[in-house]
């Protein structure tokens, strides 16, 4: 199995229109940061984890043929914003994809993006698309997703287990029966906003903490903003724990 790190920043993305802030100005590739999405590929399955405003840039530069499947995390504007480009797979595929989510997200895309639940196009101009309500874990050939409960201030959002790979963004809080479900990881993805506290999002102590706390054999950080420089960050970091950068390649 391989995760994609397709893009690793909070949602106004690094650079920062109209910033010129060091890090906006960097010429480190590491500190260049499209909204945060992941793909994880397992012999022939594709599966995509949020449709951010950056979708298009992202599948043209990971090279994505086709997909599996959409998996969201909730529906913010960063996380969902993508969905016409859904469109080329439909396309290309001449399939209707199927996309998870829970009940609260699931609603908001129906209703924001009618058209693309709607009976497919016969020229597949449109994104077609089928939302399915996801509960329990589902199955997609070898890879098993567990759909995982988090807070995201005091909204509840999904984050997800691919095998012993869990993706969780845009978090506060970790309920404790969530915490059971992280049990015996390889890597944990894990928000990572910034320095400073933010009432909805983890910063780099509280990261810290839950890193220490799941105890996965890796964590990776994410959705970094502006404020956080690779490399600084990357020095300061307990062993084990690393910022993610995209394009990052896990062969797992």
Not at 6 to 30: E, F, K, M, Q, W
Not at 131 to 158: A, E
Not at 193 to 198: G, W
Request: hydrophobic content about 40%; glycine content about 6%; charged content about 20%.
């Amino acid at each position: 199995m391989k995760v994609v790190f397709l893009g690793t920043g909070s949602s106004a993305g690094t650079p920062v229109i109209a910033c010129h802030c060091p890090v906006c100005c960097s010429d480190d590739p590491r500190n260049h940061r499209l909204r945060a999405s992941i793909l994880v590929r397992d012999e022939g399955i594709d599966l995509l984890v949020d449709t951010g405003p950056d979708l298009r840039q992202q599948m043209l530069r990971a090279g994505v043929q086709s997909l599996t499947a959409v998996l969201y995390t909730h529906f913010h504007a960063d996380h969902i914003n993508g969905v016409d480009d859904l469109r080329a797979f439909n396309f290309a595929q001449e399939v209707v994809i199927p996309c998870y989510a829970d009940e609260r997200t699931a609603a908001e895309l129906e209703s924001r993006f009618r058209y693309c639940f709607l009976p497919p196009d016969p020229a597949w101009a449109k994104p077609s698309l089928s939302m399915h309500r996801i509960v329990s874990p589902q199955t997609f050939g070898g890879v098993r997703v567990t759909p995982i409960p988090v807070l995201h201030g005091d909204l509840p959002i999904l984050g997800y287990r691919f095998n012993d790979v869990a993706y969780l963004t845009d978090l506060k809080t970790i309920p404790d029966a969530s915490l059971e479900l992280l049990r015996g990881l390889k890597v944990l993805i894990l928000d990572c906003l910034r320095y400073e506290y933010h009432p909805t999002h983890l910063h780099v102590e509280e990261a810290r903490y839950w890193a220490r706390r799941i105890g996965a054999e890796r964590t990776i950080l994410t959705h970094m903003t502006h404020d956080v420089d690779y490399a600084t960050l990357a020095t300061e970091l307990p062993e084990g724990v690393i910022p993610a950068s995209d394009g990052m390649v896990l062969d797992l």
